[in-house]
């Protein structure tokens, strides 16, 4: 038996289904009863949540809905970015990847801009969880990691337990043993505090993964865990699946009888759930249990059930190509090798597939057994077509001018070929002259931080030195990541921004007041910017203009919209400095940055038109502004 065949497919079956609902309904009582906007919206959520669990998709829909006009109706914006959050997670369930990407984006906008830390913790788990669905990996590792860093600066235990096991469940593919590790502690920490419904989902995920690294007896201490964290809640919904994937273990164990009766139990739960969807789900459970008991026409038949029961719903690519997988394996384990290719292929198109070595062996055999059968089919037809010579002669003849006209067609793509590797060896060269600018500016940064980590470790101040070190190292990752592209979104410039600052407030003791303005016409995730722009004239104003002053310091960041253009402006109300500190080269931080700029403003504004300018205002102890404009660029 195949087990990472198996538990690959069991991954996803994390649900969202129903139960008696007692809980949902003494918070609906509630809701009228409290008169705190912010206490009803976060009633409503707690509502939401556990209907995901414990009601039909249908109900679940409409209570965001509801939620969502209650908010509007208001104007209450915390709550429309509440209810986008919800939706996304509501539409990331449904498959429906798209849409759950546009909200859980509103929804992290929302949050970035007003700094709610819980709120951005949560969007970044869901934008882990929208990545990890469309298999991209490495971005839902970095959403999970962000939003982990997130849940212990704010010192929230439950959102703490649950990135843990999210990051646990991403690096298990590439690191089984950390995967693990990782999820383990999430559990435990959701146990200790008492976040049971969380941790008997955890269990869940813990025995999967502890089958597929062939720890059974692991695999079943969690799964009886799970059955015993249930006993409070009796949530029909995950009693089916922890039920389904039961039957599967006691299979992999060798106990054919314990694994049908599991099975029967599992399908008596769910026939409780009002949601093809979720039919379509046991039916694809089935199909596995069948095809792993080698009763293969039993395996097709459940499949193309539900596949049917699928055919009207939009989305659900991951669910389809699981179903058209297991069709495969079967398939071709029955040595009907055109079905099976056929199967493969529809698997790959709802991108799901297994590509390990073994199975793509097996798919170039089936292939090769598929086209010699192919072959000596058309060797007969030929036979037939070599009777005439006349056509031979013919097609010798097409095939001397399909040559001809093919060597004409390489010679034309040659020289495009050539001629385009000359305009991007230009420009590629280019890139690399930026790259090197910025990087001159690493130093400066590095060396302050780096003293201002040594003062506080000679003071015996641990806490600051380890706060300090911490945003240290996010920064540094982030000056490495900004170093590798020429242009950024506004959103990650604006939350190395935020770092940077901090990490400046932090060595001068909060004695500067920092705000940053963003034009609400601006789209963060879509603009683009030149990474590390205004950071030398941020230092400045730190590192000069904030010095010994009898005043407490005042830092404006903004970024607005005019026209096609984009406006930034640094403004400072420290000390200021002369025409002749600007233009002279006397390595002090005000020339320094100065010369940097313009020379990375000169690489940048090369053989284009559209222009990125600068422009500084400022006089001896009457403060500094510093004025961007940049040509507006987004994601195409």
């Known amino acids: 038996m195949n087990f990472s065949k198996l538990i690959a497919l069991l991954l996803f079956c994390f649900v969202c289904f129903i139960s008696k609902g007692h809980e949902i309904d003494q918070l609906l009582q509630k809701i009228p009863h409290t008169s705190v906007e912010k206490e009803k919206i976060e009633l409503w959520e707690q509502v939401i949540n556990l209907s995901i669990w414990q009601k039909s998709e249908k109900e679940t829909k409409a209570y965001i809905d509801r939620l969502d006009q209650y908010s509007r109706e208001r104007n209450n914006a915390y709550g429309v970015a509440t209810a986008d959050l919800l939706y996304a997670k509501y539409y990331e369930r449904q498959q429906e990847m798209d849409k759950a990407t546009e909200y859980a984006d509103k929804a992290y906008t929302y949050f970035l801009r007003h700094n709610n830390q819980l ?65 383990k502690q999430g559990f435990e920490l959701l146990i200790k505090i008492g976040a049971k419904r969380e941790a008997s989902i955890t269990a869940i995920t813990l025995s999967t993964l502890y089958l597929n690294s062939g720890d059974d007896v692991k695999s079943q201490h969690y799964i009886d865990t799970f059955f015993i964290l249930q006993q409070s809640f009796n949530d029909v919904g995950l009693l089916a699946e922890g039920k389904a994937n039961a039957a599967i273990l006691a299979l992999t164990l060798g106990s054919p009888n314990q694994a049908e009766r599991l099975l029967e139990e599992s399908g008596a739960y769910f026939s409780q759930i009002d949601s093809e969807v979720i039919q379509a789900k046991y039916l694809r459970i089935k199909s596995v249990f069948y095809r792993e008991s080698n009763r293969y026409p039993q395996a097709i038949e459940a499949a193309n059930k539900a596949l049917t029961l699928l055919e009207s719903r939009q989305g659900l690519d991951n669910e389809k190509g699981m179903l058209h997988y297991s069709l495969f394996v079967c398939y071709k384990a029955l040595r009907q090798y055109e079905q099976a290719i056929s199967a493969y292929e529809q698997a790959v198109n709802h991108e799901f597939a297994m590509y390990d ?28 077509a070599n009777e005439v010579s006349q056509l031979k002669l013919k097609n010798n003849q097409y095939l001397l001018i399909g040559l001809l006209l093919l060597s004409l067609f390489i010679g034309i793509v040659s020289l495009l070929i050539f001629r385009n590797s000359k305009v991007r060896a230009r420009e590629k060269n280019l890139q690399l ?38 945003s240290f190292a996010r920064l540094s990752r982030g000056i490495l990541d900004h170093s590798q592209v020429e242009a950024i979104p506004l959103e990650k410039e604006i939350q190395w921004l935020n770092d940077y600052v901090k990490l400046q407030q932090l060595r001068f003791e909060n004695e500067v007041e920092f705000t940053l303005h963003i034009d609400e016409n601006i789209d963060l995730f879509s603009t683009l910017v030149p990474p590390m722009l205004v950071q030398p004239f941020v230092e400045n104003a730190f590192e000069h203009g904030f010095r010994n002053l009898n005043h ?9 919209k005019e026209g096609q253009r984009i406006i930034i402006r640094i403004q400072d109300n420290g000390r200021g400095f002369s025409q002749q500190q600007i233009t002279e080269q ?51």
Do not use: W
Request: charged fraction near 25%.
């Open 552 to 560: 407490t310091g005042v830092l404006t960041i903004d970024y607005t």
């Open 357 to 384: 070595e073994r199975t793509q062996l097996g798919i170039a055999d089936m292939k090769e057994k598929y086209e010699t059968e192919k072959k000596e089919l058309e060797n007969k037809q030929l036979k037939k």
């Open 119 to 183: 709120g951005m913790c949560k969007s970044l788990r869901q934008k882990g969880f929208n990545a990890f669905k469309v298999s991209n990996i490495e971005q839902a590792t970095e959403f999970a990691y962000r939003s982990l860093d997130l849940s212990v600066s704010i010192n929230n235990k439950l959102q703490e337990g649950l990135c843990l096991s999210q990051v646990g469940l991403f690096v298990f593919g590439s690191q089984p043993e950390e995967g693990i590790k990782l999820h």
């Open 586 to 636: 006397d390595g002090s931080h005000v020339s320094q940055a100065m010369r940097i700029t313009r020379e990375r403003l000169t690489l940048l504004n090369k053989g284009k038109s559209n222009k990125v300018q600068i422009t500084v205002e400022s006089q001896p102890e009457q403060g500094t502004t510093i004025s961007f404009s940049i040509p507006l660029i987004t994601l195409k």
């Open 433 to 470: 002259q930026q790259k090197l600018l910025r990087s001159q500016m690493n130093p400066h940064f590095m060396f302050n931080a780096l003293s201002s980590i040594q003062h506080y470790m000679y003071a015996n101040d641990s806490d600051k030195a380890g706060d300090f070190l911490s």
